[in-house]
């Protein structure tokens, strides 16, 4: 059926009008995914202070013991999955729910918790009968340490009082902007502090321990440490949020540029179908034209 170019005109413009909402969108994911990468950057070197404090910690006092440290037999784990709180992100949530059930079906419900950052993740968990034992929604676009410390104290408090003997974080990788990968990777219980010169790997992350500073304590080693070390593990799903938020931009930007392009795409076919329409109408006009001007010899 042929189109009329009335119609083909308003669908152009209403394909225009979509590709420059998804070009806004696009622009401020790229700004967003800048300010997440920027806050990464400046938390590193705070994250590398107290592995330090750490590491000389246990080297002066090896006796120090944690229950974030202890290796415990496992009889029940726990996952904390970030997904986003909005769509628009092609197929990042999707990824990493996949990635989550593919653990979750090597065990029975009940030997694990799920701990959700993100609308999607726990909407979609509670609506399968997943056992979610905490939740953090509605978080910024560039969260901050104070968003996310409640969700922090909360799994690592639980790890300590023994609820779980394993934790891991579920959540895509931020590789680059164009590239997110879905990881699973086990963060409790910590690995016990290793010698200077080696690598040490904390929440996913190779450090190489340095030569320990020497600390006096106001107190004790034993207290120093009990009071560092969860707020290092608290510091670590902060990391891992910040990772995933940059993930979310990352993939937003890449998905909305993608329809931008295919928006570009669909006008130009559109104009084109325009163009052969009124070509064919003029054509039409013409052989009226010449076939009048026939009749009237």
């Known amino acids: ?43 590193k070197p705070y994250l590398a202070k107290m592995q330090e404090m750490l590491s000389a910690i246990s ?3 090896r006796w120090v013991k944690h229950p974030l440290l202890a290796q415990r037999p496992v009889r029940r784990s726990g996952y904390l999955v970030i997904t986003t709180d909005r769509g628009l992100a092609g197929a990042y949530n999707a990824n990493v729910i996949r990635a989550a059930l593919q653990e979750f ?124 070390l969860p707020r290092y593990a608290e510091t670590l799903v902060y990391q891992a949020v910040l990772d995933a938020k940059a993930s979310e931009h990352g993939a937003r930007m890449t998905s909305m540029g993608s329809a931008t392009d295919n928006a570009t795409e669909m006008i130009a076919k559109l104009t084109l179908v325009l163009n052969r329409a009124r070509q064919a109408a003029i054509t039409t006009q013409i052989v009226e034209v010449v076939g009048g001007a026939e009749a009237l010899k």
């Open 1 to 43: 059926m042929t189109q009329n170019a009335r119609d083909i005109r308003r669908r152009i413009n209403s394909v225009k009008s979509t590709a420059q909402i998804t070009k806004a969108m696009e622009m401020v994911a790229a700004a967003k995914l800048r300010r997440v990468q920027e806050a990464v950057q400046l938390s």
């Open 105 to 228: 079906r090597k065990k029975d419900k009940s030997t694990y918790t799920i701990y959700a950052v993100g609308r999607r993740g726990r909407d979609f968990f509670n609506r399968q009968g997943f056992p979610v034992g905490g939740e953090v929604t509605g978080l910024s676009d560039s969260p901050t340490y104070a968003s996310i410390r409640s969700l922090a104290e909360q799994v690592v408090e639980a790890y300590g009082k023994e609820e779980f003997d394993e934790l891991y974080f579920v959540y895509n990788e931020f590789i680059n902007a164009v590239t997110q990968r879905p990881l699973v990777k086990k963060v409790l219980p910590l690995a016990a502090m290793k010698e200077e010169g080696e690598k040490v790997v904390r929440g996913g992350q190779e450090l190489t321990v340095s030569r320990p500073t020497q600390y006096l304590f106001e107190r004790d080693a034993e207290s120093v440490f009990s009071r560092l």
């Open 59 to 61: 080297q002066s006092a």
